[in-house]
């Protein structure tokens, strides 16, 4: 048979709650807090994030991701135009079909932009 629990072990079996010992309470032990250690990642680290995110904005800008966003925008508002006019589906299938519709806009613009640089890339392999 299992052993009962019992006052000896800590464990008060009407309150289910661990008991003190030695005078302190057994779920406060572990729970110390100090105080929160100051950075010391110097100052080249800090900025290093900083360039980070500047090349983020960059890339953002870039042309082609322009293009690509706008594509996928398009894409998503004729499909929530589809939906207003025709189905009565509710509206996370709603939003599943227009992030699928602009995902493959998106795909299709980036797989043509790549093929012509590509095929481009190729030709200029020729004549040299």
């Not at 080249?44 to 994030?49: C, D, H, L, M, R």
């Not at 079909?97 to 190729?122: E, Y």
């Amino acid at each position: 048979m299992a052993k009962s629990a019992t006052a000896k072990d800590g464990f008060d079996k009407k309150t289910k709650k661990k008991g003190k010992k030695n005078g302190v309470d057994a779920t406060a032990r572990g729970k110390v807090k100090g105080k929160k250690a100051k950075s010391d990642k110097p100052a080249e680290e800090k900025s290093g994030k900083r360039e980070g995110f500047e090349g983020l904005a960059k890339l953002v800008d870039h042309p082609l991701v322009a293009d690509l966003l706008a594509a996928g925008a398009i894409a998503a508002v004729a499909a929530i135009a589809e939906h207003k006019m025709g189905s009565n589906e509710s509206s996370s299938k709603m939003v599943k079909s227009v992030g699928k519709a602009a995902a493959a806009a998106m795909g299709k613009r980036l797989m043509g932009d790549l093929g012509a640089v590509t095929g481009a890339a190729v030709e200029a392999a020729k004549k040299a």
